[in-house]
């Protein structure tokens, strides 16, 4: 079992609508997330970190993360055809700052 | 404030060779990691280092190397090259109250 899972998609999402992405983990002792999009041919950009249980919003952004279900989610609202790219879920493991745990990552496409 | 600075952004290279590329951090930030991507294997975790230390490595061969400066600079190297090093060289700059700010990496081919 991979240490950290995406669905590798791609997410087809009509323009407006909300794309729904999720990462699921496999260390109980995980302490930070985070979500990086990354578009072709460049480095990935991050766009969401999450620490603690529950929501957290950033513009049209929002993180959520269930510790107990070792889920971490991201929701695009009015998703836009800019969104379209591939979004990297990513861990930072217990006692292990600098290590990175990264998924394979969601390609989103958005259409108009 | 300046971002993370990755040279060179490509690289050609004959297998055999060895190579070296140069990651600036953000200023502040004493963590600088590597990764690998390519297509098949995804980002993969190189090594950190932290104030001229090695914290962590993944799960590379010894042909992979690194090391940092003490103004936080880090250099990794990749001696006897062969094809499948072709990839996506990243370093990431980090600190807990940041997190981590990747640069634009380095393009590797091996031919």
């Known amino acids: 079992q991979k240490e950290v899972e995406q669905n590798s998609g791609p997410l087809s999402v009509p323009e407006g609508a909300i794309a729904s992405l999720n990462c699921t983990y496999s260390?109980?002792?995980?302490?930070?997330f985070f979500w990086y999009r990354q578009y072709s041919g460049k480095s990935p950009e991050l766009i969401m970190s999450i620490y603690s249980n529950g929501d957290k919003e950033d513009g049209r952004f929002t993180a959520q993360l269930n510790k107990a279900s070792q889920y971490v989610s991201l929701l695009i609202r009015d998703s836009q055809p800019s969104d379209s790219a591939t979004y990297l879920c990513?861990?930072?493991?217990?006692?292990?700052?600098?290590?990175?745990?990264f998924g394979a990552g969601t390609q989103v496409v958005v259409t108009p | 404030k300046a971002g993370v600075t990755q040279t060179p952004r490509y690289l050609i290279k004959t297998r055999g060779q060895q190579v070296t590329l140069s990651c600036s951090p953000i200023?502040?930030?004493?963590?600088v990691s590597w990764y690998q991507q390519t297509p098949g294997q995804g980002l993969q975790f190189l090594f950190e280092y932290f104030s001229e230390t090695q914290r962590n490595k993944g799960n590379f061969p010894g042909r992979f190397s690194g090391r940092q400066f003490s103004n936080s600079r880090s250099e990794m190297n990749v001696s006897t090259l062969e094809l499948g090093d072709s990839a996506l060289y990243l370093c990431a700059s980090s600190n807990p109250r940041d997190g981590y700010t990747f640069g634009s990496g380095t393009r590797l081919t091996v031919v």
């Open positions: 990513a861990i930072h493991l217990t006692d292990s700052w600098g290590k990175l745990q």
């Open positions: 260390d109980r002792g995980s302490q930070s």
């Open positions: 200023s502040g930030h004493r963590s």
